[in-house]
């Protein structure tokens, strides 16, 4: 009970901070809600002072909140660092911004948080930590490529043009013109009103291994705009936070690759040199074969491009064809049956009945991730339709309103809010989906064999295919060839 009462004293809510501040005596310094303390500037190497607040924000954590300013020659800087321990994933968030309260949504961006802007082709690498809004980051972006620009027009003019593109995209955005005069500003800004859509819609997103970053959601975790995932670290992440000693040498990178991966003839990776269809630079292929328990092998190929960040990835079943189709229902309900992994084939078609989802074989390709995983690539995938203002986005506007309660209904699923059937109908019989009660039956699935139709088999290929009497061909063409010889 002392712990519970304790806690608010040192992580009070920002809300108390100000009524505390406005309430308290000056004269009274414990009751004051911020710490001061007088630090080095680095700038003019004077006394300056540091302050920092301790306090919590609503749907994230406690943070620790720091300003420094120095009296003699005018420096400041403030920075947020997390008060609570590393998560055991790391987080990803995505929004759209199509309006201008979009704006003001608030953003919190660990030191080791990493924020890509698409549409710009712009990637903020890790810096210092920061409690801002969107449009806060976007002006201090535009601040930052700004201080350059008059030495790159002189130096490379082709960096100041492509630059100042982004510069300008940004201003748009926010709505910032320095070359108008002050009152027409005021004015246009005035008419602005938060329902205003902004000049370019584009999309923010937050990647921070370290989990300690957030990005405000609208009323619920069920924003439209709004999306958040987590994935598992990878060993090269967890060495920059700091959680994995780092690779001194080879041997030690041996033993790493070793532990993380355990060896075995199967555990070989095949690399294949090929041309990116986007940039027509050369890339390679990589191959490796994956031994899925209770299942079959199976091929997962993935290719990168180091020049335009090309990615593709794809699986292929290691065995030979199935006589039998297979047809998989899982009754999903509750978060646990996200995290089942999942197999969805090239020729496997996926449907959700509950919400009238259809995927059509062919759709997403060959995947192998978790449950979890695969509804989230079919919900960006969708989100994209939908907010795209082009020829291929939903332009009707009852249409687009029934597509925007589809994906609400899309995202309850992806989060596992409604209880819902997945049911994947594979032909090839090269899908599969984790059974958690392996080598038992799993009673929240169902597996059923089924015999392909002949028009099935036509659309596989399958009907002119000669599989008999390959060792008959052969010899009787022996027979021939010696005859006629």
Request: charge should be negative.
């Amino acid at each position: 009970m002392a712990q519970t009462e304790k806690h608010p004293e040192f992580f009070p809510s920002i809300a108390d901070v100000v009524h505390k501040t406005n309430a308290g005596e000056e004269e009274d310094i414990s009751a004051r809600p911020m710490e001061e303390i007088e630090s080095l500037c680095m700038q003019c190497e004077e006394q300056g002072v540091t302050r920092m607040m301790l306090t919590s924000i609503p749907f994230f954590r406690e943070v620790i909140v720091m300003s420094f300013r120095c009296e003699h020659c005018g420096h400041s800087n403030n920075e947020i660092q997390s008060a609570g321990k590393i998560r055991p994933e790391g987080a990803m968030y995505t929004v759209k911004i199509l309006n201008r309260s979009d704006l003001d949504r608030q953003l919190i961006r660990s030191e080791s948080c990493t924020i890509n802007i698409p549409e710009f082709q712009l990637v903020l690498p890790p810096s210092r930590g920061q409690l801002t809004t969107v449009e806060g980051l976007l002006r201090d972006i535009v601040a930052d490529l700004n201080v350059q620009q008059p030495l790159r027009r002189i130096q490379d003019e082709n960096a100041y043009a492509k630059i100042q593109e982004i510069i300008d995209g940004l201003k748009e955005i926010i709505a910032d013109d320095e070359e108008e005069d002050e009152g027409k500003d005021k004015l246009e800004k005035k008419d602005l009103s938060k329902e205003d859509p902004v000049a370019r819609v584009i999309t923010i997103t937050l990647d921070d291994p370290s989990g300690n970053s957030f990005l405000e959601f609208v009323d619920s975790m069920s924003d439209l705009k709004w999306n958040m995932r987590t994935y598992e670290r990878s060993l090269e992440q967890n060495r920059q936070l700091g959680l994995a000693p780092p690779a001194e040498d080879k041997e030690e990178n041996v033993v790493d690759e070793t532990e993380q991966q355990p060896g075995g003839p199967d555990e070989e990776v095949f690399e294949f040199p090929g041309i990116c269809s986007r940039c027509s630079r050369p890339l390679v292929t990589r191959m490796k074969k994956v031994s899925i328990p209770y299942f079959k092998d199976t091929l997962i190929m993935s290719t990168n491009c180091d020049d335009c960040g090309y990615r593709d990835n794809e699986i292929k079943s290691g065995a030979a064809i199935s006589e039998l189709g297979k047809k998989i229902t899982l009754k999903v309900e509750d978060r646990d049956d996200l995290s089942r992994d999942i197999l969805k084939s090239d020729t496997s078609g996926l449907s959700i009945p509950e919400i009238d989802l259809v995927l059509h074989p062919g759709t997403l390709g060959g995947r192998f991730t978790t449950l979890e995983g695969i509804l989230d690539q079919v919900y960006e995938e969708l989100t994209e339709k939908v907010f795209n203002t082009g020829d291929s986005g939903v332009a009707d506007v009852d249409d687009r309103a029934a597509f925007q309660e589809f994906l609400r209904k899309l995202k309850q699923v992806k989060n596992a809010e409604i209880p819902f059937t997945l049911i994947l109908d594979d032909p090839l019989a090269n899908s599969y989906v984790q059974n958690l009660y392996a080598p038992d039956p799993d009673p929240n699935m169902e597996v059923v064999a089924y015999e392909r139709t002949w028009q099935q088999n036509e659309d596989l290929g399958l009907n002119d295919m000669n599989v008999e009497s390959y060792s008959g061909d052969d010899t009787t063409d022996g027979d021939v060839k010696t005859q006629s010889s």
